[in-house]
């Protein structure tokens, strides 16, 4: 337990220090030494330079903290997303849970879940809406499909050949 919490205040400390360097242009590589173990600190270092898009080497996923106006489950969601989509490295997804302020927060996501009404999704590819009102149960596989439609998808399978 305490080594997780040592592992999670380094990674606070390193990515704010690090980070904040790298979003302002200077450095393009990083060595995080001192973990006890360490796939640990190249993880942070990864983590790091992809969270301030200096080097992509996984799906990069955007979600919106949830508020009231929230149309699904935004964790449970989430999840569910990332075990459909987490193997494309270097596609954007955003993850909004409404159509209120949800695409204007997308950043730069090439594609996104957006709740748009209750039960029902809109995908987004970049800011346009291009699917309306899709039930909620569907919506991560019509989220593929749209994926697939625009070339960025890649089978799972194919994914580890070129990672192996
Ligand atoms: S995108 Fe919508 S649901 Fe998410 S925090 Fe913003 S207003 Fe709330």
């Known amino acids: 337990m305490k080594e997780e919490k040592d592992f999670l205040e380094t990674l606070l400390v390193a990515s704010t220090n690090i980070g904040s360097l790298l979003c302002d242009g200077i450095g393009d590589a990083i060595l995080v030494q001192g973990e006890e173990a360490p796939g640990q600190?190249?993880?942070?270092?990864?983590?790091?330079?992809?969270?301030?898009?200096?080097?992509?080497?996984?799906?990069?996923?955007?979600?919106?903290?949830?508020?009231?106006?929230?149309?699904?489950n935004l964790q449970t969601t989430t999840a569910k997303i990332k075990a459909a989509t987490s193997h494309l490295k270097g596609v954007k997804i955003a993850i909004m849970g409404c159509i209120v302020n949800g695409p204007g927060?997308?950043?730069?996501?090439?594609?996104?879940?957006?709740?748009?009404?209750?039960?029902?999704?809109?995908?987004?590819?970049?800011?346009?809406?291009?699917?309306?009102?899709?039930?909620?149960?569907?919506?991560?596989?019509?989220?593929?499909?749209?994926?697939?439609?625009?070339?960025?998808?890649?089978?799972?399978?194919?994914a580890a050949a070129v990672m192996a």
């Open 41 to 72: 600190g190249l993880r942070l270092s990864y983590n790091t330079l992809q969270a301030a898009g200096s080097r992509i080497f996984k799906t990069d996923y955007v979600a919106c903290p949830s508020c009231g106006r929230t149309l699904f």
């Open 105 to 158: 927060e997308m950043a730069d996501a090439d594609f996104g879940y957006v709740g748009g009404a209750p039960g029902k999704v809109n995908l987004y590819v970049g800011k346009t809406p291009v699917k309306f009102n899709i039930p909620e149960a569907e919506a991560v596989e019509r989220l593929q499909d749209l994926i697939r439609e625009h070339g960025k998808w890649i089978e799972p399978a194919a």
